[in-house]
């Protein structure tokens, strides 16, 4: 069980693995712990609230160690890492096959993160970039660890960019870093206007939302400029991009956004 959000499985271990690079994934246990009602609406067996929050508290040092080591493998490469983040049937598989379309001869690498199946991996494979499925099982979120072996097997060409498809899921994906440069927020417009207010953590993360399908709020009535006007009150720098992915509005603007980011962390690194 996630301590973090109480939803599915804890897989923050995964299988142990050899690597060849600073990630420090070893002598890790996995806990399957079962939620149910306490003090803090949490509770497992007889174990106190102290000790949960300290158990949270280990499983996220832990991942902050992997995706520091992410961090540094990416740096060495000069390679920029997207997280991408939304609920389920945002649109993130279609906007990322059309960005691998726009990208050019720009080396790039992909991360698919699903509970089952690799039906994105494949689509994104269709494209002919290199992509890697993570089954997370139970599990409701990517990790470091789980992404720093994924990067093992993508053999990541300098100057890439690394595109990292999170699992659906607006709760836990906010606290576990990854190792990425940014965290990019897809809302598509028929989730409700009020998706960034109950999902705060998630928007406040990001720095970049995608508003995404503007081409369908016509048929639903969708105020788009309630969506963004309840993006900045969650996090006021957040930039907002409204896109199509079907129709391809906005998606130049996405593609020399990426460009920009990666450019100026190249610079900085030249720095």
Known sequence: ?????????????????????????????????????????????????????????????????HALGNRRVLRALGAYAVNLVSSPGSGKTTLLVKTIGMMGDSPLAVIEGDQQTENDADRIRATGAPAVQVNTGKGCHLDGHMVGHAMDHLNLKPGSFLFIENVGNLVCPAAFDLGEDAKVAILSVTEGEDKPLKYPDMFTAAKLAILNKVDLAPYTDADLDAYE???????????????????????????????????????????
């Not at 896109?243 to 130049?252: I, Q």
Request: hydrophobic share 35%; net charge neutral; proline share 2%.
């Open 1 to 65: 069980m996630c301590t973090v959000c109480g939803c599915g499985e804890d897989r923050l271990a995964g299988p142990g693995h050899e690597h060849g690079h600073d990630h420090h994934h070893h002598g890790h246990s996995h806990a399957h712990l079962h939620f149910g009602t306490g003090a803090a609406g949490v509770s497992v067996g007889d174990m106190s609230q102290a000790r949960l929050i300290e158990i949270e508290t280990d499983i996220l040092a832990k991942n902050d160690a």
């Open 229 to 271: 006007a309840n993006l900045r009150r969650v996090n006021p720098l957040i930039e907002i991009l409204r896109v199509s992915a079907r129709t391809g509005e906005g998606m130049e603007a996405w593609v020399r956004w990426l460009k920009s980011r990666h450019a100026a962390k190249t610079l900085a690194k030249a720095g």
